[in-house]
């Protein structure tokens, strides 16, 4: 993360960024802050790469975030030699679920050789799966904002919740796929919620990353 911009220290704490919103790192390879984009159907991502960003139903609500009805709500970007990550990956989503039941966050063909965070309805629980294995992460807090953080690399693979790792299984990276993404569904199952930002990595992050990335943007969501 050498090279990065810094936000000045004096920035009230709403205003601060994480240093993964930078166009300046390559490794942020999708970058959405959904509470910064935009008007209209069509979007560049935030990021060094300027994927094409279409939404469908979603509704920017000039809150802060856009809102998902489980019904027909997407956001699709198109297969991209950077989103077709082979190796190391790190996931991360701020994410306000409005119920329970198995509900897509982030997918791009889990189970063929991509990824996906999930909300699982049987467990309550957040989980990563990545070449269509199942890391189950912590249990959901429903109705508030939860920083969802998903993280394969050759050490493990493991799933936080708002800084901390909340649970983690045998090391297994994507393999790769010419699949789009699609964002607020997954596993053909819609969101029924809210997502603020959404960012890949394609490198596995810290633990210290991740908590320094809740900490520069939970004043965003009121955390």
Known sequence: MQGLM?????????????????????????????????DGQTYLSQDAYGHVVTRTGATPTGQGYWGFDAVDDEVSIPHSDSLNIIGSITLIAWVFPNITGDQGILDKDYVNGGYMLWQQGVTNTFDMFINGTRTTGPAIVFSTWNHIVGVADAKSNRVYLNGIEGGSSAS????????????????????????ASITIVKRGLTDQEICDDFISTRGQRGV
């Open 6 to 38: 810094r936000k000045p220290s004096f920035l009230p704490v709403q205003m601060r960024q994480s240093k993964l919103e930078s166009r300046l790192d390559p490794d942020v390879v999708l970058h959405l802050p959904f509470w910064n984009m935009p």
């Open 172 to 195: 297994l990276l994507p393999t790769g796929n010419t699949t789009q993404v699609l964002i607020g569904k997954g596993a053909g199952v819609r969101l029924n919620g809210r997502l």
